[in-house]
């Protein structure tokens, strides 16, 4: 009997295709609506293999429905929409998708960067209400990119790949980490200095450390008033470093300049949200890696590592490594 596998939302041919001559393969047939969380429970039961997205939370009481399952293959880079410690508790492998989606992250990244600099969403809506009516000297006036100071929190894949566009606009480059890498520092031509010194210092902050315990709302009401007044806040990790009210604050009482935003704190973030009311905020739907190559290639990775753990061979991009064979994954002898 093959082992039986589920997918949380549907996805291209092609990566279905190649999970179905191996295995037992079922999927929620929705694009765009994550899996109900009943149908989910009701699915998880006898599945050796669960590929899902951000959009589950795979916790430890859908887990315990899960008496087979040996594998969780996460389509992102991020999984703290995963149970973690249980997973590892009941011998459960959980993989992710690192590398390939860090180039394209960086070019949103900085795409965002630019759009919210130089006020391009608001200029498209002056011009398409009809409010252009001449040149002004002053006209949506915005902040100048090149030159500036980039702080970068978290010099992670994408911090670094995001430090090297940013050289192509000969910016200065700062940036703070749990640890100091001292290579790129070299490579790069980028500095190490404390966090409160890099958000004296930069003209635009980009936030790109990944979601944990000690970095929850690492971004709140006393560091961005050591903002400058004319400095840019980016998020393009997760909404849950940034606390939303205390930067709403920020930027309604002018503390900071603008906010560009592609992760929020709930997603799909509320139509009545505040920050969305501001002209100076830019917003996207969490569009970071959306590119169809960087797409596909995330969710091929996500598949490898599921045919991986659920054929006897180790995955390639285990985040709980304390399970160091497959053997010790349920089921397995």
């Known amino acids: 009997m ?14 279905v295709n190649g999970l179905s001559g191996n295995f037992e393969v079922t999927m929620w047939q929705d694009e765009t609506t994550p899996v109900p969380r009943e149908v989910l429970e009701k ?7 669960l590929f899902c997205l951000l959009t589950e939370q795979i916790d430890e009481s859908l887990m315990e429905k899960a008496t ?28 992710n998708t690192p590398g390939v989606l860090t180039e394209t992250t960086a070019d949103l990244t900085f795409a965002l960067l630019l759009a919210t600099a130089r006020r391009l969403v608001e200029a498209t809506g002056y011009l398409k209400s009809g409010q252009w009516k001449t040149w002004s000297p002053m006209q949506l006036t915005g902040q100048d990119v090149h030159g500036a100071t980039i702080g970068i929190i978290g ?20 940036y703070y980490n749990r640890s100091r890498k001292l290579e790129e520092e070299k490579e790069l031509g980028i500095e190490f200095v404390s966090l409160e010194e890099l958000l004296k210092i930069s003209d635009f902050v980009c936030v790109l450390v990944p979601l944990t315990s000690q970095t929850s709302y690492m971004i709140g009401a006393e560091q961005l ?5 004319t400095a840019v806040l980016i998020n393009t990790a ?9 930067l709403y604050q920020a930027l309604v009482n002018q503390e900071i300049w603008a906010a560009g935003l592609d992760v929020f704190e709930e997603e799909p973030v509320p139509l009545d949200h505040p920050l969305l009311t501001l002209p100076n905020v830019v917003t996207l739907p969490h ?7 960087t797409r596909m290639k995330m969710a091929s990775l996500a598949a490898e590592n599921l045919m991986a753990g659920l054929t006897g061979a180790l995955p390639g991009n285990l985040v709980n490594p304390e399970l160091t064979s497959v053997q010790k994954g349920r089921g397995h002898s």
Do not use: C, H, W
């Open 2 to 15: 093959k082992p039986k596998v589920y997918i949380t939302r549907k996805l291209p041919d092609q990566i």
């Open 43 to 49: 699915e998880i039961v006898e599945v050796d293999g």
């Open 68 to 95: 087979n399952l040996k594998i969780i293959a996460n389509m992102a880079v991020g999984y703290n929409n995963i149970d973690l410690q249980s997973a590892t508790d009941k011998g459960i492998m959980v993989t």
């Open 155 to 174: 010099l992670g894949r994408i911090g670094k790949a995001l430090a090297k566009r940013a050289k192509g606009f000969d910016m200065n480059l700062v």
């Open 225 to 229: 008033t050591l903002m400058k007044k």
């Open 238 to 246: 997760r909404g849950d470093i940034v606390d939303e009210r205390a």
């Open 287 to 293: 569009i970071g890696s959306a590119s169809i190559a």
